[in-house]
């Protein structure tokens, strides 16, 4: 695709004139963002004003292509809502626009002096930092927390049970010793044309929707690369998906069913023996025990169980075992579940038994750091003393974070300790991108009942969000993409963010980690300015240093660190540097050592939900649909965007997704207000009533609120109206601490009140005609 354009006016320079504008080459990271991090062009004027944005052809990582929140990015920056300078009110005024403007120096001064109040009231595990999900403040709230706080109290935004990639990663870790991901050409630089690559035959695309999430560091066009080149796909999604439209085969699965599924996928791959036996022999622990498990596994018992026909189940093991190189692609609706890890152990076999394991095209190691996390544990490497007493470190709070291996304090356990006060109170919040209740946290009224409580709260975000809104005392204005001086890991490849404005006094993630952590423990936050923190950060990454300055690294915009396949067979993917495989047997576990070791099924495993027509058939008989929240749409990110007058313009409110039969035993049809509710609450959305849904299932989105509704309490910017959240829960995760139940609800639909929405298009209208 790079061929098409004329290198005389997209040049490969990180910085050039074109005409009286300077364009930059950089990475589009958050904020406002996704969790991808993709290449493009910042066009500039004379006085440094953004002025447009376009992909950029000439790299590797995305050949030009950019989506339409990043195409939105001037609108964004110079949005009259955004919050430009720091900001304060009295704790009183919480819920009231009654903010006051003040300066950077009093933002930090009066931080450290909520810090300072806290510690000496509580001690320093009383405070906890938040981040938002995968973007670029995703470690230095953490950083500061350990560094300049003293807690080791950090969380994703109370995102219950983890239910974010966390489950899949630490299940890899302790069944394939390491994190795998789907190579579709993105290692190296060379892409298609290096001479060790070749495509999958097969992409395994389960729970996810690549195109719209882009999940985990995954571009995902990269499979239209693919399958432009003759890649085939087999996609499992209780929706029609365009990916799935265009699949070799495609299974349409009642939620919260995949591992039913896949062991049944399995039991066919054995019986008709479709795996790679040398494989399996010399690289695999604990394939007998899985094959007895496995043994009653049926298509037919599995069809009943997950609403589709066993011939399917029959022809995806026959596709999955004869298709030659395969890999795979899953998503998040393996972490929403509360039977996590085992739904993650069962499809990861499927491919471990086919042997593309770390080979081209199939699923490789990657073992280049994640930058947030690796300066992180390099702070605490120095701090021996912070993790000490971190929440849900002591045992009660599932079977894997009782060895307080985890990456983050467990949720349940801070919103516990906010509660009860116990095994000692959480007092103050500094919060960083991220909105617990509008969008991340289960029972979404409880955790806004419980932060309500805090002593203190800073916020640092773009605009005024609802929980800015209902419980900040402190606001920070944050930068923007082209505003910040950063670096993308991530996997791979690492990349520069360039700052080329400045808005008002938006600060970065990283210079406001930097000068507040100088004010509060100068000796260990020693960096004279952000670049030399920064190469501190790529010379230091706990996997793979790469040795470079910051301004290499602006110059050359993107570096692929030397990727090697087949690292098992080398040495490569053991600490030992033997060969084999990161696990305690050195082997793939399809029996697997560290679950046993602590007391989890060993094996892959198929639980039904805990609220599910065949666990509650007395709660399936009021609420007799299955409900699936998360729903990925073209224009938003989580709750980002709503501000946007373009986004709005192409999806003005939120949708839910209904199969035409279920509408009209719902008395909806397509366009209606709709009420969402179940056994937990409620919530308000549009009726998209479409055949591609399964029947019996709803899809809902989620972080939904709306920037032109009344921003003072109790509207809270209409938070409660469409906040799916309140119809989930928090606290119901798996044995091994990980997963929730955010796509396996029930629920029924029926018409909103006659004339609900009117008021707010109003609203809408005038709000946009600013």
């Not at 996390?373 to 390099?378: A, G, K, L």
């Amino acid at each position: 695709m790079r061929d098409c354009f004329n290198p005389e006016v997209y040049k490969k320079d990180w910085q050039y004139q074109e005409g009286d504008l300077t364009v930059t080459r950089s990475t589009q990271w958050s904020a406002p963002g996704c969790h991808q991090g993709c290449s493009i062009l910042f066009y500039t004027d004379k006085d440094g004003k953004l002025v447009k944005v376009e992909g950029d052809p000439n790299s590797p990582v995305t050949d030009g292509r950019l989506c339409m929140r990043c195409l939105a990015m001037v609108e964004a920056v110079y949005h009259p809502d955004r919050i430009l300078h720091p900001m304060k009110r009295d704790r009183d005024d919480r819920g009231k626009d009654k903010w006051v403007q003040i300066t950077m120096d009093e933002a930090y001064e009066l931080c450290a002096e909520m810090v300072k109040d806290t510690t000496e009231k509580y001690g320093a595990k009383s405070i906890c930092t938040g981040a938002g999900t995968g973007r670029n403040a995703t470690w230095q709230s953490n950083v500061l927390g350990q560094g300049a706080f003293g807690t080791p109290n950090d969380n994703c935004g109370m995102l219950a049970g983890n239910c974010c990639y966390t489950p899949r990663m630490q299940g890899m870790n302790a069944v394939l010793g390491d994190t795998f991901i789907a190579d579709c050409g993105q290692l190296n630089e060379a892409r298609f044309d290096h001479p060790e690559y070749r495509r999958p035959d097969l992409i395994l695309i389960w729970g996810n929707n690549p195109l719209r999430a882009n999940a985990d560091g995954f571009y995902g066009h990269w499979i239209i690369d693919c399958m432009r080149r003759g890649s085939k796909l087999f996609v499992v999604d209780p929706q029609v998906t365009w990916l799935a439209a265009h699949a070799e085969q495609y299974i349409q699965v009642r939620p919260g069913t995949d591992a039913a599924l896949a062991l049944a996928i399995g039991h066919v791959m054995i019986e008709e023996e479709l795996y790679d036996k040398e494989f399996i022999d010399l690289w695999c622990y604990g394939f007998d025990e899985y094959k007895e498990r496995v043994a009653d596994w049926t298509p037919e018992r599995a069809a009943e169980i997950c609403w589709c026909d066993p011939e399917d189940i029959y022809a995806a093991a026959r596709l999955i075992g004869t298709a030659g190189v395969t890999t795979l692609q899953w998503g998040v609706a393996f972490d929403q579940n509360k039977e996590a890890n085992g739904t993650a152990h069962s499809v990861v076999l499927l491919q471990a038994m086919t042997g593309n394991i770390d080979n081209p095209g199939g699923f490789v190691g990657i073992n280049f750091g994640y930058v947030q996390s690796d300066i992180r544990e390099n702070v605490a490497k120095g701090l021996p003393k912070v993790r000490e007493g971190r929440l849900g470190d002591d045992g009660n709070w599932g079977l894997m974070n009782a060895k307080g291996k985890g990456g983050h304090a467990i949720p349940e356990a801070i919103l516990d300790a906010c509660e009860t006060g116990e095994p000692y109170p959480v007092k103050m919040l500094f919060m960083c991108s991220t909105t617990a209740f509008t969008n991340m946290a289960g029972q979404a009224r409880r955790i806004y009942n419980a932060f309500k409580e805090m002593d203190h709260v800073v916020i640092c975000d773009l605009f005024m969000t609802p929980t800015a809104m209902a419980i900040g005392d402190l606001f920070i204005p944050m930068a923007m993409g082209c505003e910040r001086n950063g670096v993308r890991g991530w996997y791979t490849p690492l990349r520069a963010i360039t700052k080329v404005t400045q808005t008002g006094e938006a600060i970065g993630d990283e210079q406001m980690m930097l000068e507040l952590g100088k004010k509060m423990n100068p000796d260990l936050f020693y960096w004279d300015d952000v670049p030399e923190m920064l190469e501190f950060c790529t010379n230091n990454m706990a996997t793979v240093p790469i040795q470079i300055t910051f301004s290499e690294l602006r110059e050359k915009v993107i570096v692929y660190p030397e990727f090697t396949y087949y690292k098992y067979k080398t040495g490569k993917l053991r600490f030992d540097g033997q060969p084999g495989f990161n696990t305690l047997s050195g082997r793939i576990e399809f029996f697997c050592n560290m679950y046993n070791n602590v007391g989890m099924d060993p094996l892959p495993y198929f639980k039904e939900p805990p609220e599910s027509p065949v666990s509650t058939p007395e709660l399936f008989a009021e609420f007799p649909l299955v409900m699936t929240t998360g729903r990925r749409c073209w224009e938003y990110f989580h709750s980002e965007h709503r501000q946007l007058h373009t986004m709005r313009e192409f999806h003005k409110w939120p949708m839910f997704a209904i199969h035409p039969d279920d509408a009209e035993a719902a008395g909806i049809k397509e366009g209606d207000w709709a009420v969402i509710e179940n056994s937990h609450g409620k919530a308000i959305e549009v009726a998209h009533v479409t055949d591609t849904m399964l029947k019996g299932v709803i899809s809902a989105e989620h972080g939904w609120w709306f920037p032109e509704r009344p921003a003072e309490e109790p509207s809270l910017f209409g938070l409660w109206e469409s906040n799916i959240n309140c119809c989930t829960v928090q606290g119901d995760f798996g044995p091994s601490g990980y997963g929730s139940s955010y796509k396996t609800q029930l629920a029924k639909v029926y018409p909103a009140p006659e004339g609900y929405g009117a008021e707010f298009e109003k609203l809408y209208e005038a709000h946009n005609a600013r």
